[in-house]
């Protein structure tokens, strides 16, 4: 099977690839929405990222990647205590998947030829301790993407039908893309993406030729072109495994909680969903930057990231949300 194409390797998109790195630092940031133009990278990110983490540890023959048979369900009936590596899981959802294809449902053919209620795994189990993708979240219907929500937010995938009541992990970091001018979430659930990213095209030439040039390589000469990157992606695999350490040693003044609220409330930024998926995010990123203290520089480098997608719309304002979020960083913390 072709390997990925090297994170390392996708030119320009900054802020979707940093934002991807924090959620690899630290997944309980809660997921990342990218949206944008199509061919801009999108599942590719996602691929390449998963790829280049380490695999992980996993029960032989467990429908939600377990990593131990302690954690394993008792519905799934395995046996043994042998582990083997496999890749962090990626899973699309597509378009269209019925509730019971995503969360799992009664396994008819074990009804009708043994009579016997058993439970066939859906998307969710087979995403857990990985990535779930979904391409074109905006046209999803709201119900699946609420469920979706709900669980990534839980860790767990509840199920309740047909006389069964199942229930399992389901840890994993939400990918969502999509393209706005062809439908938009409503505000409620981007208030729930952890963080968020709008991509576009290249408008420099140069940009484009080189993305042109490495597609092309990565296509003709394979081999070549993943030793290429080997190094570039391990060096970046270390610094995010580093992080994850560090991120339990950082620490986090009493201001920096102070700067984090008051910019959330600057913004008008309901609820305390802002602050607190801020809060994870500049100290991922502190984490990233091989940082001992969380300060006003990791805060102000992440707030657009995690602060965007939730602020009220403004019909008066055409400067976009982007732009905003700058100026009220900017009024509350001081230039950078």
């Given at each position: ?6 994170f390392s390797a996708i030119v320009g998109q900054s802020d979707m690839k940093n934002a991807m790195v924090l959620t690899a630092i630290d997944p309980s940031i809660g997921g990342v929405l990218v949206f944008g133009d199509r061919g801009t990278g ?129 840890r994993f970091v939400l990918v969502g893309s999509g393209n706005p001018e062809e439908g938009e979430l409503r505000p409620q659930l981007l208030d729930r993406f952890g963080l968020s990213v709008d991509v576009a095209s290249p408008t420099n030439i ?131």
């Open positions: 099977m072709k390997q990925p194409f090297p999108k599942s590719t990110a996602v691929r390449a990222l998963a790829a280049l983490l380490p695999p992980i540890k996993a029960l032989k023959g467990c429908p939600v990647n377990a990593a131990s048979a302690e954690d394993s369900p008792e519905w799934a009936g395995i046996k043994t205590k042998a582990q083997h590596k496999i890749p962090t899981p990626v899973i699309d959802l597509p378009l269209g998947a019925s509730e019971d294809r995503v969360t799992g449902a009664l396994d008819i053919e074990k009804a009708l030829t043994n009579g016997e209620k058993a439970f066939q795994p859906g998307l969710l189990a087979r995403a857990n301790r990985g990535y779930l993708y979904i391409d074109e979240v905006n046209l999803l219907e709201d119900h699946i993407v609420d469920l979706l929500l709900d669980v990534a937010q839980s860790g767990e995938n509840v199920v309740e039908r047909e006389g069964l009541s199942i229930r399992h992990p389901a140069d940009e484009r030729v080189e993305v042109i040039k490495r597609r092309d390589a990565y296509e003709t000469d394979h081999a070549a072109f993943m030793l290429r990157w080997q190094a570039e992606d391990a060096a970046l695999r270390d610094r995010i495994l580093k992080a994850r350490k560090a991120l339990k040693r950082l620490k986090t003044p009493e201001q920096s909680l102070r700067d984090v609220a008051e910019l959330c409330m600057n913004l008008g930024s309901d609820g305390l969903r802002g602050e607190l998926t801020l809060l994870k995010a500049a100290r991922a990123y502190a984490a990233f930057r091989d940082d001992t203290a969380l300060g006003r520089s990791h805060i102000r480098d992440v707030a657009g990231l995690a602060l965007r997608h939730r602020m009220r719309r403004d019909p008066l304002d055409d400067a976009g949300s982007g732009t905003r979020v700058a100026r009220i960083v900017e009024e509350t913390l001081g230039a950078g």
